[in-house]
């Protein structure tokens, strides 16, 4: 038996999310959508995340504009820009963990992540950050990435995966790689793994500075 808990990243997409939320629907699997924040000013999309919420997912914060690491700016004030923007935009589906997940610049688990005035904005403010520990790559190989996925779960006992519901063509696989993991013996659940979540509710609960950079910050004017 392994444990696997879902999330997504980068929507919500009106050419894909709706079929994904049928798709968890109909097995009763429950995930989280780290939504992009500038994608929530859409009408469309924010209602996505509306359904999203309302059938029982969680809500989370993946940055305003998902453009560069936050840990590579110089800006003192992307704190605020990339991760206050965006949980405003969220507002009343926001999850009362406040669940955050920084951008990785490709799945990358190292100093891009973080910076010391993010994790400043992200204990103030009472975020709970969540990393990752299994990336298939289905933005980069979106009809192979089911086999990875499978591989990845096998290889420990409780995996956090990070899959993306955008117009790729990988979440037409989708169904097929949820009924091969459920018949190879994974057992779904939302939660994540304590070793993914460095920081909770505003507490440092593991050691971070691995995924902290030390870029020097300009001053402010």
Same mark, same amino acid.
């Given at each position: 038996m392994f444990d696997l808990t879902l999330t997504f990243d980068n929507g919500p997409e009106p050419e894909v999310t709706p079929r994904v939320l049928d798709i968890l629907g109909e097995r009763g699997i429950k995930t989280t959508f780290f939504v992009i924040g500038e994608k929530l000013d859409d009408p469309e999309r924010r209602r996505l995340a509306a359904r999203a919420h309302d059938e029982g997912h969680w809500i989370g914060n993946h940055t305003y504009t998902h453009s560069v690491p936050l840990g590579l700016q110089a800006d003192p004030d992307v704190a605020e820009a990339e991760i206050g923007r965006t949980q405003a935009a969220i507002g009343d589906l926001a999850h009362p963990e406040r669940w955050f997940r920084p951008f990785g610049g490709g799945g990358n688990l190292d100093e891009r992540l973080l910076k010391p005035s993010v994790i400043d904005h992200l204990v103030r403010n009472k975020h709970s950050c969540v990393l990752w520990n299994a990336i298939p790559r289905d933005w980069n190989d979106p009809d192979g990435w089911t086999d990875r996925a499978l591989d990845q779960c096998r290889a420990q006992p409780w995996t956090l995966m990070v899959l993306h519901d955008l117009p790729t063509g990988a979440m037409a696989h @989708? #169904?097929? &790689? @949820?009924?091969? %993991? #459920? %018949?190879?013996? $994974?057992? &779904?659940?939302?939660?994540?793994? =304590?070793?993914? $979540? =460095? !920081?909770?509710?505003? %507490?440092? +609960?593991?050691? !971070?500075? %691995?995924? $902290?950079?030390? !870029? #020097? #910050?300009? +001053?402010? =004017?």
């Amino acid at each position: 038996m392994f444990d696997l808990t879902l999330t997504f990243d980068n929507g919500p997409e009106p050419e894909v999310t709706p079929r994904v939320l049928d798709i968890l629907g109909e097995r009763g699997i429950k995930t989280t959508f780290f939504v992009i924040g500038e994608k929530l000013d859409d009408p469309e999309r924010r209602r996505l995340a509306a359904r999203a919420h309302d059938e029982g997912h969680w809500i989370g914060n993946h940055t305003y504009t998902h453009s560069v690491p936050l840990g590579l700016q110089a800006d003192p004030d992307v704190a605020e820009a990339e991760i206050g923007r965006t949980q405003a935009a969220i507002g009343d589906l926001a999850h009362p963990e406040r669940w955050f997940r920084p951008f990785g610049g490709g799945g990358n688990l190292d100093e891009r992540l973080l910076k010391p005035s993010v994790i400043d904005h992200l204990v103030r403010n009472k975020h709970s950050c969540v990393l990752w520990n299994a990336i298939p790559r289905d933005w980069n190989d979106p009809d192979g990435w089911t086999d990875r996925a499978l591989d990845q779960c096998r290889a420990q006992p409780w995996t956090l995966m990070v899959l993306h519901d955008l117009p790729t063509g990988a979440m037409a696989h @989708l #169904e097929d &790689f @949820l009924d091969r %993991a #459920e %018949a190879s013996g $994974v057992r &779904f659940r939302q939660d994540y793994p =304590p070793q993914c $979540v =460095p !920081i909770r509710g505003g %507490a440092i +609960a593991l050691p !971070i500075q %691995a995924y $902290v950079s030390s !870029i #020097e #910050e300009s +001053a402010r =004017p």
